[in-house]
């Protein structure tokens, strides 16, 4: 009897094993013969790079970030690598104008951003004319620069006097989300079409209540539900007032506004394909990184389950109307085991196989092509929001862009419906909890001189853009 059990189960393991092997689709090209006039784009395609306010404007000093830069961990260690601050980071906030020159240097035709809400709303519910004024004039430069503006209104920082409040974990964010949310496209409106409420909502709340790296720095996985169920519920209403709002259409499409959010997916695959403990951490922590928010988008339940760690549920009713477009931010795939000793026994890693970034993620092309099949399902517009690479090797550079571009295009050529691609970012800048040291731009910032330079590998971004063919319909 006992024995036949057993056998069962065995059996069972060995079955569903073998049919997560079979379902998984790992994607190969010959990648080594792109041929990049060869690849066609339709008419009206975005090309762009990104940036975010803290990251690259400097003078960001009252909000959540300020803070915790000047902060300590229980050990006495600072938060940023090396003590690093932001400080004035990469004078994106004086030097628009030549950054957005920059920008047409290399054939962009569109620019995203974030505006700073510690700026816009130094104190609850007021705002600063001159800081909306500075984004008009940043507006009105793009316009004049041919350059579409696409516009993030949270990039990862608070006001500190929301922060004092408890920031998203405190429902009342939401209100005060939405107040500045109504101001900004009130003020900027008749200047942008294109607005992502939200970047990486799960990546901002693994980062700062689970993993402890970004403020406020906690370790709790229920809480990180609730900042993610706010963030939901913030999104939803927000998407109203941009609607009712903003009905100015900046760019003559027809359409006055535009609003998504921005979603960035981790591949999760299991290190060991033949070991189903393996393959079901890997699908763990897909379903808690990527389909717990997008799934939400379907079903309007917010669903963020571990084991017995965390069960929450929440509706959100009408959040499956609020997307006109998705945003994927794609970066790298993790490996994934089942390890007794790490935090809810669950270990990732880069696939050491692959070459590395400065990062240390693995570069794996293959997975913009799997996650845009992923998030192709929704049926709306898929703009790339964010994929890049920090590295000081140009070669390096030169080959992530080339074979993440064609990735995308091979996803297109089997009708994912990606209408653009932003490189994060347009030049180097203050990557978060590593400071300065990682080098993502498409430009070197000599943060002395601010001084910009294109680098080598970052050639191959504005030789593509200028030579690809463009179909003029679908
Ligand atoms: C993303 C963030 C962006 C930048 C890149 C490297 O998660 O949205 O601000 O830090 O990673």
């Not at 600072?78 to 004078?91: E, Y």
């Not at 240097?105 to 709303?121: D, L, M, T």
């Not at 316009?143 to 006097?161: A, C, E, M, R, Y």
């Not at 379907?298 to 549920?313: D, H, M, P, T, Y």
């Amino acid at each position: 009897m006992i024995i036949n059990l057993v056998i069962l189960v065995v059996l069972a393991i060995i079955l569903l094993t073998i049919w997560f092997n079979y379902r998984h689709n790992d994607v190969k090209w010959k990648e080594h013969e792109i041929d990049v006039s060869g690849l066609r784009f339709p008419k009206g395609f975005l090309w762009g790079a990104a940036t975010s306010a803290h990251q690259v404007e400097g003078g960001c000093d009252r909000n959540d970030w300020a803070i915790w830069e000047r902060s300590y961990d229980l050990n006495a260690y600072p938060r940023i690598k090396n003590g690093q601050q932001s400080g004035k980071a990469a004078d994106h906030w004086n030097r628009f104008r030549g950054d957005i020159d920059l920008l047409k240097q290399i054939g962009a035709n569109s620019y995203r951003f974030s505006v700073e809400w510690s700026k816009v709303c130094p104190q609850p519910n007021k705002l600063n004319t001159s800081v909306i004024d500075h984004y008009i004039d940043v507006c009105q430069y793009l316009h004049h620069s041919g350059v579409n503006p696409f516009v993030t209104l949270h990039h990862f920082t608070i006001p500190d006097w929301l922060y004092e409040r408890g920031g998203f974990e405190n429902p009342d964010a939401i209100h005060y989300y939405t107040d500045f949310v109504g101001k900004v496209a009130e003020t900027l409106g008749p200047y942008v079409d294109y607005w992502a409420t939200f970047n990486e909502p799960v990546v901002y709340a693994m980062m700062g209540w689970v993993f402890g790296k970004f403020p406020p720095g906690k370790k709790d996985l229920c809480l990180a539900a609730r900042v993610l169920a706010n963030i939901l519920q913030a999104h939803y209403q927000a998407y109203h007032i941009l609607h009712e709002i903003d009905r100015s259409d900046a760019d003559d499409d027809g359409i006055p506004c535009k609003v998504g959010i921005v979603k960035n997916i981790p591949l999760f695959d299991p290190a060991r394909k033949w070991w189903l403990p393996d393959w079901i951490v890997a699908k763990t922590l897909h379903r808690l990184f990527n389909q717990s928010v997008l799934d939400a988008f379907i079903a309007e339940r917010f669903k963020f389950n571990l084991w017995n760690v965390v069960n929450f549920s929440q509706d959100i009713p009408g959040l499956s109307n609020t997307l006109d477009w998705i945003g994927l931010n794609y970066y790298t795939q993790y490996l994934c085991r089942l390890d007794w000793k790490s935090d809810y026994k669950m270990r990732t890693y880069p696939n050491l196989k692959l070459p590395q970034t400065d990062m240390n993620w693995a570069i794996y092309p293959a997975g913009l092509y799997r996650s845009l099949q992923m998030i192709g399902s929704f049926g709306i517009p898929i703009y790339i929001t964010e994929n890049g690479i920090a590295t000081e090797d140009s070669g390096l550079r030169k080959d992530f862009i080339l074979k993440h571009i064609n990735a995308m295009h091979e996803a297109m050529l089997d009708r994912v419906d990606v209408r653009g691609y932003f490189y994060w970012s347009l030049m180097d800048n203050f990557e978060w909890a590593e400071g300065f040291d990682k080098r993502f731009g498409l430009y070197h910032v000599d943060y002395k001189t601010q001084k910009r330079t294109l680098k080598d590998g970052s050639e191959i971004y504005r030789e593509l853009i200028q030579s690809v063919q463009y179909k003029q319909h679908d």
